[in-house]
């Protein structure tokens, strides 16, 4: 059978939720007539026309705020930010209009929409197209914020935001857009919104992250693996709102936790669930919760030796495990 | 400038609305403005608390356009919009409710003063972000066409929300795709404590459209038939796919920015020129001139419309405010219950 990569994953999904759904259209910068700069919305102009895959000028601001009103009136738009570096912009649409509109109306207008963001490093991307931002989006309630890892989560992860109820931050990490690839199911399938995922059981140790660090993550806790340290892989899968039921229940049996995350280490996703698994599971802890993270300066600088050494990987996050079982 | 006297008398085929329609944007003043300087009043005797902003002198720019459309047509408001609100429909109820914030108000009292909102009636619920619901409007507009609908959505800001970037980009936007909505700006001449000349480099805020492909045109705000007129020429555009309309209506608010404000950056002399052109007793005259209109008609409205209110007041007094574990629902769906701790 044919592997799908994590982009083919997107593009199918976004093919079949567009077929399945006439209220899903697509908005954004270079999406239609170029198909995405990645290629993630490519053939989808041709497929569906103008109307619903729509070439937005250079406005982030209305790609998101204007999706937010087409979802009141009863659409299910998914905008697309080219990179997580411009979403700046459409800070003030997603924070102040489509996090809070259940709220604030009391629950009489909702925002079912999607908003796809091409994100992360690794890529030589520089300090204008690496960026991630998850921490900002995540610290916002009334905001659901996933990153899938896998294709399949991909695909799942995405129609379960397509058809969901409430406003989903979507990244894609353009790293794993073709490094990434597995069989995936003919038939519909969906993955929840606030599930994590355990991808190796082990005994010894709890290693926690999403996205491109899940990969890191894996590769470390292999290497351990022969080295005689059983590492318990979780992928977050969503960040917001995070499944703290299978990471603690992991820690129960494990003690010991690393967290790693690709952006800065400073007001990080990881130090949410640090200072959670602290509050909540001390007695069973038997080491300091440890995250691994990029670092704390303003973004991935450009050149290579700069760029890894931002970044975290498999050998990081194995001297800091070792570090942590020697505890 | 403050609008001048209408001089000869008027026949209704000169003024071009029928009796019904100038006696609906009549009452509707009317009820605004008793609405309104109800408002003031009880939130100076400390009935409610946060802030007040009062419409008081601008009733005819959001009465004039709103009056007249459909339930499906969409109000995307900024925080002086109460006149939209009333002709709008909104249940008289609803309104006083949201002031109070009470449990019977939509909101369930989570947003604070004058940011009234009822989908029933297609009225959004704003933030208080200015231009925001210019972007948000806009993309309902967007929703419309895609869907391939007739309605419309009015948009209403100050002068000052257009400085902002969003503003720009939707109205940017609208123009490319001709969508249906009509953008009206309420020229009250002072953004917040920043008058017009500081906030742009041109006189008349309708030149903005001119950037973007589409009509703008700049009117007597304070004379409801011309504003009513006015936007209902531009309603009919929209609902035939010809696009938008940039309405900038001439006006001013009496009072301060909310009720916190003294507004002692205006001068004496500017405030009281602006009051002579009252846009509810000019209506208000040109009805009596038509003859449609009496002072003794009037006594009985204003009775009417007391009562309305003191019903509304009284019944929203006695309301409870909704439990304070209501501040956990309504930030996401149902599948989603938010963290509770226990402290």
């Given at each position: 059978?044919?592997?799908?990569?994590?982009i083919e994953a997107i593009t199918q999904t976004l093919f079949e939720e567009m077929e399945r759904d006439d209220r899903v259209f697509l908005i954004g910068?270079?999406?239609?007539?170029?198909?995405?700069?990645?290629?993630a919305t490519k053939g989808l102009l041709d497929r569906f026309g103008p109307e619903r895959v729509i070439d937005s000028p250079i406005s982030e601001v209305y790609i998101a705020g204007g999706s937010v009103g087409a979802a009141m009136v009863g659409l299910r738009p998914i905008p697309e930010i080219q990179f997580a570096d411009f979403i700046t912009p459409s800070m003030d649409q997603i924070i102040q209009q489509a996090a809070k509109l259940r709220y604030r109306t009391g629950g009489q207008w909702t925002c079912p929409m999607t908003i796809r963001v091409c994100c992360g490093g690794d890529v030589g991307g520089g300090l204008y197209h690496s960026q991630i931002n998850e921490q900002w989006f995540f610290s916002q309630p009334g905001l659901q914020v996933v990153m899938p890892a896998t294709p399949y989560d991909a695909k799942g992860l995405l129609k379960s935001a397509i058809r969901g109820e409430d406003p989903v931050i979507y990244f894609e990490h353009k790293r794993l857009y073709r490094w990434v690839k597995e069989e995936l199911p003919e038939d519909d399938f969906t993955v929840p919104i606030g599930k994590a995922a355990v991808r190796k059981e082990g005994d010894d140790i709890t290693i926690v992250s999403y996205g491109f660090m899940y990969h890191r993550s894996i590769e470390a806790a292999q290497a351990l693996e022969k080295e005689g340290v059983s590492a318990e892989v979780i992928d977050m899968r969503t960040i917001s709102p995070w499944d703290r039921e299978t990471i603690y229940e992991s820690v129960k049996k494990t003690s010991k936790v690393v967290l790693v995350q690709e952006s800065s280490k400073t007001g990080g996703v990881m130090g949410e669930v640090s200072a959670s698994i602290t509050e909540e599971m001390f007695d069973y802890l038997d080491a300091p919760v440890s995250r691994v993270c990029g670092l704390d300066v303003p973004a991935i600088p450009f050149a290579p030796p700069m760029e890894h050494f931002f970044l975290p990987n498999a050998e990081k996050i194995a001297r800091v495990v070792k570090k942590v079982m020697e505890y | 400038m403050p609008a001048t006297k209408i001089a000869a008398k008027p026949s209704l085929k000169q003024i071009g609305l029928s009796k019904e329609t100038l006696l609906g944007l009549y009452t509707n003043l009317l009820k605004t403005r008793m609405l309104d300087e109800r408002f003031r009043k009880l939130f100076r005797q400390g009935r409610f608390a946060g802030t007040y902003f009062s419409a008081v002198g601008q009733e005819a720019t959001t009465v004039g356009p709103t009056y007249g459309l459909r339930d499906e047509?969409?109000?995307?408001?900024?925080?002086?919009?109460?006149?939209?609100?009333?002709t709008k429909g909104i249940p008289l109820v609803h309104i006083v409710a949201q002031i109070y914030a009470r449990i019977n108000s939509p909101d369930k009292g989570k947003t604070h003063p004058c940011h009234y909102g009822w989908r029933e009636k297609g009225f959004i619920s704003p933030s208080s972000t200015l231009a925001g619901q210019t972007v948000t409007g806009t993309g309902c507009a967007m929703g419309f066409q895609i869907q391939k609908k007739d309605n419309v959505v009015i948009a209403f800001f100050g002068e000052g929300a257009t400085a902002r970037g969003g503003w720009h980009e939707a109205v940017n936007y609208a123009g490319i795709h001709k969508l249906p909505?009509?953008?009206?700006?309420?020229?009250?001449?002072?953004?917040?404590?920043?008058?017009?000349?500081?906030?742009?480099?041109?006189?008349?805020?309708?030149?903005?459209?001119k950037a973007y492909g589409?009509?703008?045109?700049?009117?007597?705000?304070?004379?409801?038939?011309l504003v009513h007129k006015t936007a209902a020429k531009a309603i009919e555009r929209a609902r035939n796919g010809e696009g938008p309309t940039l309405i900038e209506c001439k006006t001013y608010r009496w009072y301060g920015h909310s009720e916190i404000?003294?507004?002692?950056?205006r001068r004496e002399e500017e405030i009281i020129e602006w009051k002579k052109g009252d846009p509810i007793a000019r209506a208000e005259n040109l009805l009596l001139d038509l003859g449609i209109h009496t002072s003794k008609k009037r006594e009985a409205m204003v009775e009417q419309i007391n009562q309305e209110i003191d019903e509304a007041v009284a019944a929203c007094e006695k309301e409870k405010y909704a439990e304070p574990e209501e501040a956990y629902n309504d930030v996401y769906s149902e599948n989603f219950p938010v963290r509770r701790d226990d402290y």
């Open positions: 059978m044919k592997k799908t990569t994590l910068q270079d999406i239609g007539l170029y198909g995405g700069v990645f290629k | 047509d969409i109000i995307a408001p900024s925080h002086r919009e109460i006149g939209a609100a009333v909505i009509i953008y009206v700006c309420q020229n009250n001449l002072w953004a917040e404590s920043v008058p017009a000349h500081r906030q742009a480099g041109i006189k008349d805020f309708s030149d903005r459209a589409f009509p703008g045109i700049t009117i007597d705000g304070n004379d409801v038939v404000d003294p507004a002692d950056y």
